[in-house]
């Protein structure tokens, strides 16, 4: 474990491809090679009903592993189930935006999102009314959030350690 000179020491290598979202991460270890970032792999999911966003993202990924997704829209203008939120919250856990501004959703859950450390943006419906405690906790990356019109409560700790969100939301 050395910097990318010392790994890459007397090799033709000038460039090196890294996950996307993660090319400012390299730039220091890597200063003297041009950084590539990784083409964004967008998914879209259409929800057609309550408790159907399993089955949806299963079929939109034909095949590929959810840890694969940078940005996850969810569509579908339905209502999203507790059995939703509980699969949202244990899938999609490396993706750096994830938009649910094409469903609806009452309330960020407490844990929702915490400790999502690759999560840059999330985008929230104007339904959600609350944020639960420790919705987005330990999202040190999270630097763009657009709290809903709607919303009416925010939990404790709901954004601790989320240490590159400006100073106003």
């Given at each position: 474990?050395g910097t990318?000179?010392?790994?890459?020491?007397?090799?033709?290598?000038?460039?090196?491809?890294?996950?996307?979202?993660?090319?400012?991460?390299?730039?220091a270890w890597?200063?003297?090679?041009?950084?590539?970032?990784?083409?964004?792999?967008?998914?879209?999911?259409?929800?057609?009903?309550?408790?159907?966003?399993?089955?949806?993202?299963?079929?939109?990924?034909?095949?590929?592993?959810?840890?694969?997704?940078?940005?996850?829209?969810?569509?579908?203008n339905v209502?999203?189930?507790?059995?939703?939120?509980?699969?949202?919250?244990?899938?999609?856990?490396?993706?750096?935006?994830?938009?649910?501004?094409?469903?609806?959703?009452?309330?960020?859950?407490?844990?929702?999102?915490?400790?999502?450390?690759?999560?840059?943006?999330?985008?929230?419906?104007?339904?959600?009314?609350?944020?639960?405690?420790?919705?987005?906790?330990?999202?040190?990356?999270?630097?763009?959030?657009?709290?809903?019109?709607?919303?009416?409560?925010?939990?404790?700790?709901?954004?601790?350690?989320?240490?590159?969100?400006?100073?106003?939301?």
């Open positions: 474990s990318a000179a010392q790994i890459f020491e007397g090799s033709a290598i000038s460039s090196i491809k890294v996950p996307y979202g993660c090319e400012n991460a390299y730039r890597a200063e003297d090679y041009k950084i590539v970032p990784a083409d964004e792999k967008v998914l879209t999911v259409a929800v057609t009903s309550p408790g159907d966003l399993e089955a949806a993202s299963v079929r939109a990924l034909s095949g590929q592993s959810d840890k694969d997704v940078d940005t996850l829209v969810v569509t579908g209502k999203l189930s507790e059995a939703d939120m509980t699969y949202l919250q244990n899938h999609f856990l490396r993706a750096t935006t994830i938009d649910l501004s094409g469903v609806t959703v009452d309330k960020c859950r407490a844990h929702s999102f915490e400790n999502r450390t690759a999560l840059k943006k999330i985008v929230l419906p104007d339904s959600v009314s609350t944020i639960g405690d420790s919705a987005f906790r330990g999202c040190s990356n999270l630097s763009e959030i657009i709290l809903p019109k709607g919303l009416e409560l925010i939990g404790n700790l709901a954004f601790n350690g989320c240490s590159s969100l400006p100073s106003e939301l």
